[in-house]
Structure formats: C-alpha cells, structure tokens
C-alpha cells in the first residue's frame, strides 16, 4: 500500500457519514504502514467493508462483488509498484467504460441484453 492509497482511504472516509472510521487519519495510516504492513492490510479491508456497509442495502451486493473482483485482479501483484500500476490501469479502464457510456450508451445497454430499452430512432434532417 502506498501514500496514494491511503489518501484514497481516506477521503473514502470521509464522503462517507455513517463510517466507524471517520477519526482516523492519513498520518495514522501511513504510520500503521510503516510499522506494521499486515495491520495496515487489515484495516484498509475494514475501512473498504465499513463503507461497503454504509451504502443503501440494493448497492451493497454489487460493491461487494466489485471490491472481490478488484480483490482477484490484485492478488497475483506482490510488489507494491506493479500493484499500484495495476490499480491505475483498472481506473483508467473504468474511466474509458464510463466515457463510452456518456457518448454511446445504445451500444452499452444493447450489450447488457436488457429487453426493457426502447430504441428511439435517430433525428433525421428534413
């Protein structure tokens, strides 16, 4: 884990109001880190878990299963450096989704093979 992971835990923390965790701080973190990794692990998982709990009880699931699939993409990455790469490309790669979903999102949705989306054809110029 990295300065800019634990930033990002702590804003997580901090967009959060109903987090357990709204008293710790970067400082805190990062000398957790320092002294002791495997701790510092843990309480990044707690921190992920509480605001996973924090959200309304339809989006817990599917925030679940996102943080395992990150979980799995992560786990074959020891060295901090490639995970931290690795964590970047995801976000970029989410970033590009959400792009395409803002400028095409007919193609998005065809492609979940949602039957409830009524197509609405394109305005021709007369």
């Known amino acids: 884990m990295n300065e ?9 923390i901090n967009i959060s109001p109903k987090s357990t965790f709204m008293n710790v701080t970067f400082d805190e973190l990062k000398t957790l880190y320092e002294t002791d990794p495997a701790a510092a ?7 992920i878990d509480d605001y996973i709990s ?12 996102f943080q395992w699939r990150i979980e799995q993409d992560l786990r074959k990455f020891k060295d901090p450096t490639a995970r931290m ?25 065809d492609q979940t093979g949602n039957p409830s989306i009524v197509k609405f054809p394109k305005k021709t110029e007369i």
């Open 4 to 12: 800019e992971i634990v930033k990002l835990f702590v804003r997580l």
């Open 41 to 47: 692990e843990e309480k990044a998982k707690q921190i």
């Open 54 to 65: 924090t959200l309304e009880p339809e989006k817990q699931a599917r925030a679940q299963a």
């Open 85 to 109: 790469n690795k964590m970047i490309e995801m976000f970029w790669r989410g970033v590009r989704e959400f792009q395409k979903v803002l400028q095409s999102p007919e193609e998005v949705l």
